[in-house]
T-cell receptor, first 117, second 113 residues
Framework: AQTVTQSQPEMSVQEAETVTLSCTYD???????LFWYKQPPSRQMILVIR??????QNATENRFSVNFQKAAKSFSLKISDSQLGDTAMYFC??????????????FGGGTRLMVKP | DTGVSQDPRHKITKRGQNVTFRCDPI?????LYWYRQTLGQGPEFLTY????????KSRLLSDRFSAERPKGSFSTLEIQRTEQGDSAMYLC???????????FGPGTRLTVT
């Protein structure tokens, strides 16, 4: 079984600053995917960024980037130039190599991020 | 297409009553997932459908829970004899056959009194 741990229940950052959210995971799988999902207050969850475990290059999506350390089983999210709209719960999630048995996600407990003006 | 929709958005019920939730996935997404999210926690997987076939069920899905996806379109999740511990947000997500991204609905918040 896989586990995902987010050790920071809450974080805050000033607008325009940079913040890093931590995530560690445990698995015996070699091929898998890691995700960061964002859940704004009272709104639905959306995908922020995805990383394939077989890729050494860290994924980047505009202001969002990850630091993926496969050996350490660490997957942190860096948000640059934080904006008020980034205020949300952020969930780190793990997915085994997809197959017909399903692509279920295993989520961490979440980090509540508040961006302050 | 407006995305994944869920109905109702909120449900308050008394302990012991049965409740049913509906999820309409994105058109042509043949994979559908149900998750449960308790307050302050991350979502936990409940069950998965590929088309109309229920291919995976979590141990969290007790005998009081049943899910269906007739004709491989919308899905329903029924909870019989609700308990206070069933109070949670029930999330539905869908995805196409190819790709890893799951698209989530707004959820149904269940409160059992």
């Amino acid at each position: 079984a896989q586990t995902v741990t987010q050790s920071q229940p809450e974080m805050s950052v000033q607008e325009a600053e940079t913040v890093t959210l931590s995530c560690t995971y445990d698995t015996s799988e070699n091929n898998y995917y890691l995700f960061w999902y964002k859940q704004p207050p009272s709104r639905q969850m959306i995908l922020v960024i995805r990383q394939e475990a077989y890729k050494q290059q860290n994924a980047t999506e505009n202001r969002f980037s990850v630091n993926f350390q496969k050996a350490a089983k660490s997957f942190s999210l860096k948000i640059s130039d934080s904006q008020l709209g980034d205020t949300a719960m952020y969930f780190c999630a793990f997915m085994k190599q997809p197959n017909n048995a399903g692509n279920m996600l295993t989520f961490g407990g979440g980090t509540r991020l508040m961006v302050k003006p | 297409d407006t995305g994944v929709s869920q109905d109702p958005r909120h449900k308050i019920t008394k302990r012991g009553q049965n409740v049913t939730f509906r999820c309409d996935p994105i058109s042509e997404h043949n994979r559908l997932y149900w998750y449960r999210q308790t307050l302050g926690q991350g979502p936990e997987f409940l069950t998965y459908f590929q088309n109309e076939a229920q291919l995976e069920k979590s141990r969290l899905l007790s005998d009081r829970f049943s899910a269906e996806r007739p004709k491989g379109s919308f899905s329903t999740l029924e909870i019989q004899r609700t308990e206070q511990g069933d109070s949670a947000m029930y999330l539905c997500a869908s995805s196409p056959t190819v790709g890893t991204e799951q698209y989530f609905g707004p959820g149904t918040r269940l409160t059992v009194t």
